[in-house]
């Protein structure tokens, strides 16, 4: 067993019932890291060509990091990998709390789900073994209620759950997988996935440790990496007010889409801030297990029509903030909270509901969907009511609600007239960053394999700040001058590779967004901080980033083999044809070609095929992918 892993994985059959454990070589480990990188050779491994993501065949992958669970800040992270019914590509979503830890501390790094059920059922996780339990009782539950009874069931308070709601049952597309009450691993739609296969939840006890191989040294690092946070400006802010501090910031680049994507100003944003919710609403803040930075928000609203079940509750956050405000026109942010509250335990992803509802909210003051289509429901802009109506109508799959439940870009084709204000890519709803503020973004969305995600090139929204926020990335890269200027296509090619390869890294290790995402910490000492776990040598440019970028070009060959085309790399109509109107990004568009033919060149990607190069894939390590694309 390497150092940092538990080094062996769970296989559930649940077509055949069977649990079976797995062990993995060192090498497996080595070469992908965990999380992300694991999950992804296995996917590329298991799955065949032409699959729908609702076959049984399909797999969902639960995994963890070499990081995950250490006692050190911001590694609290797990994955979430399957096939997407939204992309039909790799689709990966990850989240933060106490499940994966909880999970690794079974002695398992990872689990992987195939197959289908007949009836409900629940996978049992304990040390060193898995059991496949019914669940017909929990089907129909919302995600908190099913937290509880099998809390109850098991008799354990300290189980930790990941289950979907009503929405992953219904096989809503972009339903999202809950643990710890409103912890969300939510894009891509794997909660469908586990809903087609009646899977309801995964829950698991234990107490074994992760092995450290420079334990006390490891020690001494955290303390002084938890000492740095703590000092911190950027992230006694973050603390205070949550990741919706970027509204205010953001909004003066025009980077906060509005209306549907429409718009860059609007008069309610002072009533939906950060600050804002200090001020009303907010308990609390939460961190994840063994976290200083406490980024989660707790929030009460205990009367009034929006008054929320438990008090206090999981609050929503910037994507959410935006997606259920801004982009709809709302400026309740009591409202918005209760919306949130609703998706958790529905269990559906913030960032597409709101896209969702705000496609909606354009299609009818067009007057492609009637009153009549939405059950009764006005859903004018800046509605709050009709955009709580219109979850419940998506979750239920009632009237208008069936096809809204099949995501923005299916949906544009079953009303006719709507495609040009359709914003996803890859058939995946656009995160809560305008690239039209940032070109290096718009570039981002175009080249990342999940679509329309924004976390896995996070520091390419702060170069809206006007300069690269970790200094080592400036290092490495290298950047050319125009890079600095968010608005200019020059340059932006480097910078974002160099981001993607670095953040596939975190995502593989399990380490938390935030931790990259601000200049606190030089990244540069992050591998280094991996080896103190694990052992290997790993230095930042030959082995951190080439792992990285190995894990890239295996996700991108994934796609291939699913059926990628240089089309995939499209950005929507209203990013590339329809100049901001207003705000700090005015008149400006995303100028995509060629940024994007310098990135293909950068990455040594054939311009026509999309495929990575024979010689690029034998560089990595990766000769039967190269073998599998261009024999």
């Given at each position: ?469 970790s200094p080592d990335l400036d290092f490495v890269a290298k950047p050319d001058e125009r890079a600095l200027d968010r608005l200019s296509p020059i340059g932006k090619a480097r910078p974002i590779i160099t981001i993607q390869d670095r953040n596939m890294m975190f995502d593989s290790a399990g380490l938390c967004i935030w931790l990259v995402s601000m200049p606190v ?111």
């Amino acid at each position: 067993m390497p150092f940092g892993y538990m080094g062996k994985i769970l296989r559930v059959d649940l077509t055949t019932e069977a649990v079976e454990t797995e062990e993995l070589p060192e090498s497996l480990y080595q070469k992908y890291i965990g999380g992300l990188g694991l999950a992804a050779r296995i996917l590329y491994d298991d799955l065949p060509k032409d699959l729908d993501p609702l076959d049984p065949k399909n797999e969902v992958i639960f995994m963890t990091g070499p990081y995950t669970g250490v006692p050190a800040p911001a590694s609290a992270r797990y994955e979430v990998v399957t096939l997407s019914p939204q992309t039909g590509f790799l689709g990966a979503a990850n989240a933060g709390g106490f499940f994966g830890p909880t999970l690794k501390k079974t002695g398992f790094d990872g689990i992987v789900i195939r197959g289908a059920a007949k009836n409900p059922l629940y996978l049992w996780v304990t040390e060193d073994e898995g059991e496949l339990r019914d669940a017909q009782h929990l089907w129909g539950q919302d995600t908190y209620a099913t937290e509880d009874l099998i809390r109850k069931e098991l008799d354990n308070d300290r189980i930790r759950v990941a289950c979907i709601g009503p929405a992953g049952e219904n096989l809503v597309s972009y339903a999202a997988i809950i643990c710890d009450r409103g912890r969300a691993a939510a894009r891509s739609g794997g909660a469908m996935v586990l809903g087609s296969k009646k899977l309801k939840a995964v829950a698991c006890f234990g107490k074994k440790q992760v092995q450290i191989a420079h334990k006390s040294k490891f020690k001494e690092i955290a303390t002084i990496f938890n000492k740095k946070i703590l000092k911190d400006a950027i992230f006694k802010t973050l603390k205070l007010y949550g990741s919706e501090m970027l509204i205010s910031l953001q909004y003066i680049f025009g980077d906060v889409p509005i209306k549907n994507w429409k718009q860059s100003t609007f008069d309610g944003i002072e009533k939906v801030t950060g600050h804002a919710m200090y001020k009303t609403i907010l308990v609390r803040d939460k961190a994840c297990l063994g976290c200083v930075i406490s980024c989660k928000r707790h929030v009460r609203i205990d009367k009034g029509k929006y008054k929320l079940d438990e008090n206090p509750a999981s609050g929503p956050e910037y994507e959410t903030v935006a997606a259920l405000g801004t982009l709809c026109m709302i400026d309740n942010i009591y409202a918005i909270a209760k919306a949130n509250d609703l998706c958790n335990r529905y269990g559906l992803d913030t960032i597409s509901t709101g896209s969702v509802i705000a496609f909606a909210m354009e299609c009818y003051e067009k007057g492609l969907i009637t009153k009549e289509d939405l059950n009764g429901i006005d859903l004018k802009w800046g509605n709050p009511n009709a955009m709580i109506a219109c979850i419940k109508l998506i979750t239920n799959k009632e009237k208008i609600g069936s096809i809204l439940a099949l995501g923005t870009k299916k949906a544009s084709k079953e009303i006719e007239g709507s495609e040009k204000f359709a914003v996803t890519v890859k058939g995946l709803e656009v995160a809560m960053h305008d690239p039209r503020s940032n070109q290096m973004l718009g570039l981002h969305y175009a080249t990342t394999p999940f679509g329309g995600r924004h976390s896995s090139g996070s520091e390419a929204i702060a170069t809206g700040l006007g300069s690269l926020p970790s200094p080592d990335l400036d290092f490495v890269a290298k950047p050319d001058e125009r890079a600095l200027d968010r608005l200019s296509p020059i340059g932006k090619a480097r910078p974002i590779i160099t981001i993607q390869d670095r953040n596939m890294m975190f995502d593989s290790a399990g380490l938390c967004i935030w931790l990259v995402s601000m200049p606190v910490i030089p990244t540069h000492y992050l591998p280094a901080f991996l080896s103190l776990i694990t052992g290997w040598r790993m230095s930042y440019r030959k082995i951190f980033l080439k792992t990285g970028e190995r894990i890239s070009n295996l996700i991108h060959a994934f796609n291939i083999k699913h059926g990628f085309t240089m089309k995939d790399c499209e950005l929507p109509h209203r990013l590339i044809k329809e100049p901001a109107v207003d705000g700090g990004s005015k008149g400006h568009v995303v100028y995509l070609e060629p940024m994007l033919r310098e990135y293909f060149k950068i990455r040594q990607w054939d311009w026509e095929t999309g495929k990575p190069k024979r010689e690029k894939l034998i560089e990595l390590g990766l000769d039967d992918i190269a073998d599998d694309l261009w024999s």
